[in-house]
């Protein structure tokens, strides 16, 4: 019998694809702090502010993504997935999503305090603002999300094992 070929698992997914996203948002804003640097100087820190809250979170992801590799995860000649596997792919979706709903709740309000006032250099002040009282005003929902995200991969990683297994002969 061959090697079973199980792929990667699913937490790593996630953290490559946060992983990427992370990149790619620090890239944007180191080029955006230069560039508002030449061309509207109040307005600089607006996105030097996010240079190292984005690389502290890349930092986190790419530990989490080295973590739940599956040459570390997983025995030669693994034949299915294990128990904590399973809990690590779970767990992984509740961080991914609480990271996804903390970065577009940021930039929503980064662009409703940016629409909002006029002078740049307060946008930073309005935009924290507005970002601790919407945490404030859904921080009864955000484990919900969390939750849900942590079953929806339960089921999808059952789902998976239920159409993957040998039938027995």
Not at 23 to 33: E, P, S
Not at 38 to 51: G, T
Not at 52 to 65: A, K, N, R
Not at 86 to 100: F, K, L, P, R, S
Request: hydrophobic letters at 55%.
């Amino acid at each position: 019998m061959d090697e079973p070929n199980l792929g990667e698992p699913d937490a790593h997914v996630m953290m490559r694809h946060a992983k990427t996203v992370l990149r790619f948002l620090l890239i944007v804003a180191l080029i955006a702090t230069s560039v508002l640097l030449l061309y509207l100087p109040p307005a600089a820190y607006l996105a030097a502010l996010a240079v190292p809250l984005l690389f502290l979170g890349f930092v986190f992801v790419s530990y989490l993504e080295r973590k739940s590799k599956a040459k570390v995860l997983r025995s030669k000649n693994q034949s299915n997935i294990s128990k904590e596997e399973v809990e690590m792919d779970v767990q992984y979706a509740g961080i991914y999503t609480a990271m996804a709903l903390a970065l577009f709740l940021a930039l929503a309000v980064f662009i409703m305090a940016a629409t909002m006032v006029e002078d740049w250099s307060m946008v930073g002040m309005v935009a924290a603002t507005f970002f601790l009282l919407s945490i404030f005003l859904l921080f009864p929902y955000i484990p919900l999300f969390i939750e849900e995200a942590e079953h929806d991969e339960r089921d999808k990683i059952q789902h998976e094992a239920e159409v993957h297994q040998e039938p027995k002969q």
